[in-house]
């Protein structure tokens, strides 16, 4: 059975740093586009960012560019998310997933291009 198991998530203020974490068991992901995804109540789920299968391209959403990062470690972890200056407005489920490229495209963004998924961490940033 193939897995994907988010950590990290929590209660913090505003301004703090969270690091989310992604395992996966079942099979390898190495050569697989990992993505991270979160979703509010009440709101659609929608992309945050996504790192090529050699982690050598990366792609971040506005609402997060310049203080999250994503990035993989192919040996311990499939992927991580450095969360920096977190706001309210980031409260959500973050969703690590995985998709297959046929390597014409770096990453992928949109919810439907990623075959597995976690099942979720919560990060709750208070104001």
């Known amino acids: 059975q193939v897995t994907l198991v988010e950590s990290g998530g929590g209660l913090v203020q505003a301004g703090d740093s969270l690091r989310l974490s992604c395992a996966a068991s079942g099979r390898s992901f190495n050569s697989y586009v990992m993505g991270w995804f979160r979703q509010a109540p009440g709101k659609e789920r929608e992309f945050v960012a996504a790192i090529s299968w050699s982690g050598g391209y990366r792609y971040y959403a506005e609402s997060v560019k310049g203080r999250f990062t994503i990035s993989r470690d192919n040996v311990k972890e499939p992927v991580y998310l450095q969360m920096n200056s977190l706001k309210a407005e980031d409260t959500a489920v973050y969703f690590c997933?995985?998709?297959?490229?046929?390597?014409?495209?770096?990453?992928?963004?949109?919810?439907?291009?990623?075959?597995?998924w976690g099942q979720g961490t919560q990060v709750t940033v208070s104001s």
């Open positions: 997933a995985a998709g297959s490229t046929d390597g014409s495209i770096a990453v992928l963004t949109h919810s439907y291009e990623y075959t597995y």
